[in-house]
């Protein structure tokens, strides 16, 4: 019990489903991914819990769908960005808009708030789901050969 910080092996092995992939997925998905891919048997209960600790020690990233369903993705980056993320398949691009955090600045600073937080989301259709509307979400037709 003492070793809190010691990844378990299903820790692992929900982290190797994570890293086979660059999109945002719901529990659900990667629990359907794990029972397709993984001979150890991960409750989605389990799922869920094993991605809230991922969370919490920072090596999993997490995003709100656009029905406010929270999604997890491995974590490549830190700091402050927003995405742009297809409602398809869950693949993100990351990026920033220095004008929206001025504009933030200001709007918190004219009305003497501090500790200001924001979310500025987009959603949309990647080029791929625009010409593959039917694409599943474990789809992994990405060999390159
Ligand atoms: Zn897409
Ligand atoms: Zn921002």
Redesign the pocket.
């Known amino acids: 019990m003492a070793r809190r910080h010691r990844v378990t092996l299903r820790q692992r092995v929900v982290l190797d489903a994570l890293r086979r992939g660059d999109r945002f997925r719901s529990a659900q998905q990667l629990h359907t991914d794990l029972r397709l891919t993984s001979t150890i048997g991960i409750g989605l209960t389990s799922v869920y819990r094993i991605l809230h600790r991922l969370a919490d020690q920072q090596l999993v990233e997490t995003q709100h769908a656009e029905d406010g369903e929270l999604l997890y993705r491995i974590r490549d980056s830190c700091g ?3 995405y742009l993320m297809c409602r398809i398949c869950g693949r993100a691009e990351q990026f ?2 220095d004008a ?2 001025q504009h ?1 600045d200001l709007i918190a600073s004219q009305h003497r708030y501090r500790d200001v937080s ?1 979310r ?1 989301d987009l959603y949309g259709i990647c080029p791929r789901c625009a010409t593959e509307p039917e694409i599943t979400a474990q789809c992994r037709t990405d060999a390159n050969r």
Do not use: I, N, Y
């Open positions: 402050h960005h927003h920033t808009l929206v955090e933030a924001h500025l």
